[in-house]
């Protein structure tokens, strides 16, 4: 790919930097929360202003003295996203006035040579324009704005195209498949991102939470497109002391409803424990196409020769996940790593799968004449008819003659069996019932008469 014209928003913590970069892109992708430090990993999106497209890139906050463990890791790639950056917007908070770190973060901006638009943010009020303090307009001109309330916004999107650099490749954003890497805390879901992508783009540490923001990585192989989605550990909210953490488990769980595929990352060392089963299931419902990578297998491998035992173990505390395909990886070595990406491919076009009405009737007819139908009652009911109504995952009515419901233990060996004859793999299977209608009913009976 060619190179991606970037604009960059970076600052302090808790200036607005997360707001300002949702309201640009016209949706909610960072998380923004009352406390400083939400944003850690650099968080970017295809912007599009004036028939223009670029890289809007946010970034962690540029900290002073603090007790975060992380913030020299977060200052770096910060810095990091500057030096790369076509354009940047230096964000400062214009109720809170200037503090000794911006100006030497302001400084050392200017010395890269780049095109930047300082902002003041939350300036709420043209009675509080009018109050801002001399000494920011030291540094030239400054766009008072508020992000939260989209003052002078569109100010900011005319600037931003007026010192855009000409040229620069589309962006290309519709067409990749997203795989959202769920799991627990510090089962390497950064890691394997990183490993993908081939460098380090996200922050990596043993320190628990270190990932908040899902954050999109796009990479291609083979001429495919794939958005590797990490996401924030996912474990109880009680649990969880920091706001910031809950937030980004929250939204962890909404990205699996956003994504193509979804790939459970599982710690080969400590495998698999009741959070683990929690996320399967989130998974499983949402539907999605899901794959399991069983990452750190290197630990292992010297004394575990087959894994024919460790998936016997996943298959049985996962059951009701029996479809997902499981792939043992190491994201310290890169080993198998990239299949990641040719399963998910394959679920995922496995989702897509139409299966004929009349395939399905046969099918149907065959299954119930060796099992016959019970519903929770344990009564016998009748299965008339079966068609294809969705993809994604591929789901199935049947009509049946009376409003009773199928004994969820008879519905679980149906969709099975159903699964397993038509080779559907790594995507759930979802069954429907509807009473026929008593027109279709008098005909049908009518038919065999």
Known sequence: MGRLIKV????????GKSTLFNRLINQKKALVHHLPGMTRDTVSAPCFLGGRQFILV???????????????????????????????????????????????????????NKPMIVVANKVDSPQEEKKLWGDLFRWGDVLPLS????????????????????????????SSLRIALVGRINVGKSSLVNRL????????????????????????RYRKLYTLVDTAGIRKLSRTKDGREKAGIIWAQKTIQKADVVCLVLDATEFPTRQDAAIAHL????????????????????????????????????????????????ARTGKRVVKILDLAEE??????????????????????????PLSRKKRKIKLRYITQVGILPPSFLVFTPSSLSLA??????????????????????????????????????????
């Open 197 to 220: 992508a081939g460098e380090e783009r996200l922050i990596v540490s043993e320190i628990p939470g270190t990932t908040r923001d899902p954050t999109d990585t796009l990479i291609r």
């Open 408 to 449: 969820p233990s008879y519905e679980k060996f149906f969709l099975h069996k159903l699964a397993e004859h038509f080779n559907f793999k790594g995507t759930p299977v979802r069954l429907y019932l509807k009473k026929e209608p008593k027109k279709r009913r008098a005909l049908s009976q009518k038919g065999k008469k």
């Open 58 to 112: 946010d970034t962690g906050g540029f900290f002073e003295a603090t007790t975060d463990p992380l913030a020299a890791l977060v200052k770096q790639k910060a810095w990091e996203a500057s030096q790369d950056a076509d354009l940047i917007i230096f964000m400062v908070d214009a109720k809170r006035g200037i503090i000794p770190g911006e100006e030497e973060l302001y400084s050392q901006l200017k010395k890269l």
């Open 8 to 15: 960059v928003v970076v600052g302090y913590p808790n200036v």
């Open 147 to 174: 992000a939260e309330h989209k003052r002078n916004l569109d100010q900011l999107e005319e600037r931003i195209l007026s010192l855009l650099p000409p040229g620069g490749q589309k962006v290309v954003s519709t």
């Open 283 to 330: 998974a499983h419902e949402s539907g999605k196409p899901l794959i399991i990578a069983v990452n750190k297998w290197d630990l292992l491998a010297q004394e575990v020769k087959s894994t024919i035992p460790l998936e016997k173990m996943i298959r049985e505390k996962l059951d009701f996940v029996a479809y997902a395909p499981i792939i043992f990886v190491s």
């Open 347 to 372: 679920v995922y076009q496995q989702g897509l799968r139409k299966i004929a009405t009349s395939q399905l009737n046969k099918f149907m007819q065959q299954f119930t004449a060796a099992y016959p």
